[in-house]
Antibody, heavy 121, light 106 residues
Framework: EELLVESGGGLVQPGGSLKLSCSAS????????LHWVRQAPGKGLECVGR??????????EYGASVKGRFTISRDDSKKTAYLQMNNLILEDTAVYFC????????????WGKGTTVTVSS | DIQMTQSPATLSASVGDRITISCRAS??????LAWYQQKPGTAPRLLIS???GLESGVPTRFSGRGSGTEFSLAISSLQPDDFATYYC?????????FGPGTKVAV
C-alpha cells in the first residue's frame, strides 16, 4: 500500500522557521514528483510547491505566496521530502499535505494525512 | 496564475439526486483538469484526471466532461458517502491552482 506521512508541524512565532518532512513507503519514490499543498482553516487548497524527479534534475517550483521563503528538497535514499519554511507569517497557518504522482506520473494521486502548522505570537 | 472558479459554492441535495458541479478556468487549459473529493479532517482524494478519466476504485456514478475553459463533474445518483467538498484543479501551468470548492450537503 502506498503511504505518505507528514511530520514536523507545530506552533511557531511569526518570523520563525519550521521544517516539515514527508516520508514515503510502498512505492517508487525516486521516480515520482512530490508536492506540498496547504489548506488554511476553513479554506480551500493551495499549491505550495513541488520538486520533480531525478530525471528532471529535481527541479523545484513554488507558489507566489511562499516563493523566496520556502524551500523544497528531497532525499531519495530516505524516501523523504522536506519543506523548509522561513520567515513564517500568520497567513502560513494551515494543514500542510504532501502528495505524489506515484501512480499516474503526473496527478496528485497519493496524499498524506497532513501536518498542522500554526503561526502565532 | 490561472484562476479557477466553481459553481455553486454549496449544493443542497438528497440521496438519489443527480448533481452537476461547474468549473471554469481563466484561460484555456486543454484537458489538464482534475477533480478531488475531500471530507472534513481528511486529505483530498483524486477522483478524475484529464477531465474524464476515472481513477481506480472511483464509482462509475462519477463522471467528468469539458474542455478548454469549461468543465463539469456529475454524480448520477448521489449516495450517502458522496456528501463532501469537491475541488477542480488545473495542471496546465504551475502553480497548479484549485477552484474554491463546492460543498455537497444534505
Amino acid at each position: 500500500e502506498e503511504l505518505l506521512v507528514e511530520s514536523g508541524g507545530g506552533l511557531v512565532q511569526p518570523g520563525g522557521s519550521l521544517k516539515l518532512s514527508c516520508s514515503a513507503s510502498g512505492f517508487s519514490f525516486s521516480g515520482s514528483a512530490l508536492h506540498w499543498v496547504r489548506q488554511a482553516p476553513g479554506k480551500g487548497l493551495e499549491c505550495v510547491g513541488r520538486i520533480r524527479r531525478k530525471g528532471e534534475n529535481y527541479a523545484t517550483e513554488y507558489g507566489a505566496s511562499v516563493k523566496g521563503r520556502f524551500t523544497i528538497s528531497r532525499d531519495d535514499s530516505k524516501k523523504t521530502a522536506y519543506l523548509q519554511m522561513n520567515n513564517l507569517i500568520l497567513e502560513d497557518t494551515a494543514v500542510y499535505f504532501c502528495a505524489g504522482d506515484f501512480l499516474s506520473g503526473l496527478y496528485m494521486d497519493v496524499w498524506g494525512k497532513g501536518t498542522t502548522v500554526t503561526v502565532s505570537s | 496564475d490561472i484562476q479557477m472558479t466553481q459553481s455553486p459554492a454549496t449544493l443542497s441535495a438528497s440521496v438519489g439526486d443527480r448533481i452537476t458541479i461547474s468549473c471554469r478556468a481563466s484561460q484555456t487549459i486543454g484537458d489538464w483538469l482534475a477533480w478531488y473529493q475531500q471530507k472534513p479532517g481528511t486529505a483530498p482524494r483524486l477522483l478524475i484526471s484529464e477531465v474524464s478519466g476515472l481513477e481506480s476504485g472511483v464509482p462509475t456514478r462519477f463522471s467528468g466532461r469539458g474542455s478548454g475553459t469549461e468543465f463539469s463533474l456529475a454524480i448520477s445518483s448521489l449516495q450517502p458517502d458522496d456528501f463532501a467538498t469537491y475541488y477542480c484543479q488545473q495542471l496546465h501551468t504551475y502553480p497548479w491552482t484549485f477552484g474554491p470548492g463546492t460543498k455537497v450537503a444534505v
